[in-house]
Structures are given as structure tokens and as C-alpha cells.
């Protein structure tokens, strides 16, 4: 499709939008138009079939779900009894569970952005940018080397730049975005991104179709090729024997090649040797989970994204909680926003403290205040809502006071957030509580054994 053909498309497809969105904004409540449709970009017009751009597969189910009846009798209004809806995720998602009903969708893992120079897709999400990728402690290195990179490609020594590291700790948040830069920079490069898995398929299809001198050509022309989980080409020999030559002609040409992994190159089981050796030339950076601050501010911008925002403590106890990736932080979010928007009731503590449970996926147990208030609580045979009900009774106000006293102990969370798990009570009753405790175990043997006890049973429980 020409340039300008696609610009018409694209014309049409935002006008087709935009007439569905003032039929649904008359037909839904204010927030749930905000939070699931004001997101929603228009991609393609092709005949009947409108696509349009969700940011991730949260969406689509709950669309479908919730709004389904008013989606499918506004595109037949618009676009008359043929018309169909494609969604298209911008964010690659670990789900590939397709639900096939009337409102269809594609899941490709790159959003086609199409380079107008060079009239080809780059593959690159725009939403992905230096500015928004939040910096941290466990994550310095690898972005201030993606920007060297993107500020000047294939002339400095990290080439190739391979970063590795988890899910969801923000490679391909980092890979879009030096591409996106180089591209606003240097607008006549030629940037693409691709998965190993998408390069994969494309060279299979070019085998099939007896083009692959074609297809390793237009990645030899590259100026900059970006590669995301570079792991999954283990164990495919010709794909790496042609990613091989692709490498070394890019390199020898001083392109800029960027790749990311699981795991570092030494530690990529099955890899040829002399592949983990060109992997060496340039630079080899990781990214680490984020700290706590890193994860609060990660929340903050997500907030900001999503147009709410959230009580600073209902965000620090996300962040003591979720703690192996952003992924998850953003999935709970989205959760509490689909919540919300569901009840059209703002966002209470017990809401965050549900969702939160619900969207962790920690495999280990870390000293929580329900952690905490559980052990205690059960030491004593007190209902765990007693502690947070104002209660009076003295087994209940000793069983809070020592729940109290070990979440400031054994947890960082602030004295704010201690205070909203026990019924919403003010940081004072938490400094109250506190110095009670420690004023007993001074003087009551049998409270400094219980409290000792306790301690140690909640840090067994945590291992």
C-alpha cells in the first residue's frame, strides 16, 4: 500500500472512530467512557472492518465482557450490518488465549508503525520513549547506555548493545525507545524491531516462498536492527546461521545492532560459541527489579498515564507488595481502574489490598502486615476485622498494639499505610501502639516472650 493510500486510510479510520465514540459516550457512564474508550486509538479502514489500537489484552476482555451489546450495535449503525471490529495490542502479552466471537481481534506483538521515508514497517510502539521510562537504581546502566546509543548508532563501542534481564522489567520499553529516538535524530536511518519469534516466522516463510536471499537483504540494509529475546532463537540452527550473517554484515558496515535476552549471552544454553563471542564486541548490561522508590515512582507515572491518581500511601503498599516486575505493578492498576469504573465508587484501601492479592503472582512469602495481623491474630483467637474495628476489648487492643508494633518492626511500610490496614486509624495511634509494646516488654516478661514468639514465628512463615 502506497504511502499516501494508507494516509487516507487512516483519515477514514479516525473519522469511522470517532462517530462510534459519540454514540457510546451517550450510552455508558462518564468514567467507563474515560477509563476503557478515551484510550482507544483508530488504526485501519479496510472495507467494513474497523481496527483500532488497545494498550494491552486487559482491555479487549473487558470490553467484550462489559460493553460488548453497545460495541456490536455501533458498529452496525456506523458501518452497517457487515461491520466488523479488529482490536490490535500495543504491548506484547504472555496470554494467547484468542476469544473468538463476533468482535474479532489480532494480537500481533508489534504495532506496525509504518517508517514514511523508507516505506516499510518499523515495527515500533511511538508510546515507548526515553521520558516516560522511569530511571532506578537497578536499571541506570542499561538506560544510559541505550541512550549513548540512540544519540549516536553504531559509532560508539557498544555495538552490539545486548541487555538482558526478567520479564517485565522494561528491555522492550527501552528497545522501542532507542529506536524511537534514533528516528526522531536521524529520520532517514532505517530502524526496525522485530521479535526472535517474528524473525523466525519470516524466515520460514521466506524459505517457503523461496525468497530468502530477499529477506536477508532487507535486514542487511538496516541501519539499525533491534532484536527483542534473542533466547528463543536457541536451538534454531538456520535461522541462526542467517542471523549470523546478517550480524557480522551489519557490524563490518558500523550499523548499530541491539539485542535483548533473559539471560546474559555466557548463560544461553545451546547458543554457538561464536555468536556469544560477537555478543562480547560491544556491551552487555542488565536490569535488575525495581527498588521501592523506583516502584512508587514507576505507579506514579502509570497513574498520570491513565489520567488518576491514587493516595501516595494506597501506592507505597502496591510497591511493598508487588515486587518482581512492572508488569504487575501495571496489571494492578489496571485492575483498580476496571473496578472502579465497574461500582462508578472511588478507590478504598480494601479494594487496593484485594487487588492486590488478587494480581501478585510472588511465589515467595514476605513479612506483610497481613502476614503479620494474621499471626497475631490467630496467637490471640481474635477476628482478624476485630483489630480493624474500633474495639475496645483488651485481648483486641493488645492483639492490634502488637500487630501494630511488628508491622513497624519487621516491614518498611510507612506509618501512614500501617495505620489504613487497622481500620484507617492515624499515624499517632501507630507511634501510640508502638511505644506501649516496647514500654510492656520492658517491664512484662511474659508480653517480651509473646512478642519474641511472634516475631519469630512471622520471619519462619516468610522463608
Known amino acids: 500500500m502506497e504511502i499516501n493510500q494508507k494516509t487516507e486510510v487512516l483519515k477514514s479510520a479516525k473519522d469511522t472512530w470517532k462517530e462510534c465514540l459519540n454514540i457510546i459516550r451517550e450510552n455508558i457512564p462518564f468514567i467507563a467512557y474515560n477509563t476503557w474508550f478515551l484510550p482507544i486509538k483508530p488504526y485501519e479502514l479496510e472495507n467494513s472492518t474497523l481496527k483500532i489500537l488497545v494498550p494491552n489484552h486487559f482491555f479487549i476482555e473487558w470490553i467484550e465482557e462489559h460493553y460488548k451489546t453497545i460495541i456490536n450495535k455501533t458498529i452496525e449503525q456506523v458501518l452497517g450490518e457487515d461491520g466488523r471490529l479488529v482490536y490490535i495490542v500495543l504491548e506484547e502479552s504472555e496470554d494467547n488465549n484468542t476469544n473468538t466471537t463476533d468482535l474479532e481481534y489480532d494480537k500481533p506483538k ?45 559509532q560508539t563501542s557498544f555495538n552490539p548493545l545486548f541487555i538482558y534481564g526478567g520479564v517485565g522489567l522494561g528491555k522492550t520499553h527501552l528497545m522501542h525507545a532507542i529506536g524511537n529516538k534514533i528516528l526522531e535524530k536521524f529520520p532517514d536511518k532505517r530502524v526496525i524491531y522485530i521479535s526472535s519469534d517474528a524473525f523466525t516466522v519470516e524466515f520460514v516463510e521466506s524459505i517457503q516462498t523461496d525468497k530468502v536471499n530477499e529477506f536477508s537483504s532487507f535486514y542487511k540494509s538496516m541501519d539499525v536492527l533491534i532484536i527483542d529475546d534473542i533466547q ?26 541491539v539485542l535483548s535476552s533473559d539471560k546474559a549471552p555466557k548463560d544461553l544454553k545451546g547458543l554457538n560459541e561464536r555468536l556469544i563471542s560477537r555478543f562480547s564486541w560491544g556491551l552487555t548490561v542488565d536490569i535488575q527489579p525495581p527498588d521501592f522508590e523506583t516502584r512508587v515512582a514507576i505507579l506514579k507515572n502509570k497513574c498520570a498515564g491513565y489520567g488518576f491518581s491514587l493516595p501516595n500511601e494506597y501506592l507505597e503498599y502496591i510497591a511493598h507488595n ?112 508502638f511505644n506501649c509494646i516496647e514500654e510492656m516488654i520492658k517491664t512484662d516478661e511474659k508480653i517480651k516472650e509473646t512478642v519474641e514468639f511472634l516475631k519469630n514465628k512471622i520471619e519462619m512463615s516468610s522463608n
Open 232 to 257: 528463543f532463537l536457541v536451538g534454531k540452527e538456520k535461522t541462526l546461521d542467517l542471523f549470523f550473517q546478517i550480524f557480522n554484515t551489519l557490524h563490518q558496515s558500523g550499523k548499530q545492532i
Open 110 to 154: 508489534e504495532l506496525p508503525t509504518v517508517n514514511k521515508q523508507k516505506q516499510y514497517v518499523t515495527f515500533l510502539n511511538p508510546r515507548y520513549t526515553f521520558d516516560n521510562f522511569i530511571k532506578g537504581e537497578g536499571n541506570q546502566l542499561a538506560r544510559a547506555a541505550a541512550i549513548a546509543v540512540a544519540e549516536n548508532p553504531g
Open 322 to 433: 508487588i515486587t518482581s516486575n512492572i508488569r504487575e505493578l501495571e496489571g494492578c492498576l489496571i485492575k483498580l481502574l476496571a473496578a472502579a469504573s465497574l461500582s462508578s465508587k472511588e478507590i478504598d484501601f480494601e479494594l487496593v489490598r484485594k487487588t492486590v492479592k488478587e494480581v501478585s503472582t510472588n511465589k515467595q512469602v514476605s513479612v506483610s502486615i497481613d502476614l503479620i495481623t494474621k499471626t497475631v491474630c490467630d496467637f490471640f483467637k481474635v477476628d482478624e476485622n476485630k483489630v480493624r474495628e474500633k474495639n475496645r476489648r483488651k485481648e483486641v487492643v493488645l492483639a492490634r498494639q502488637i500487630a501494630m508494633y511488628l508491622s513497624k518492626l519487621l516491614t518498611k511500610s510507612s506509618l501512614k499505610t500501617i495505620g489504613l490496614h487497622f481500620g484507617g486509624r492515624d499515624h499517632s495511634t501507630v507511634i501510640h501502639a
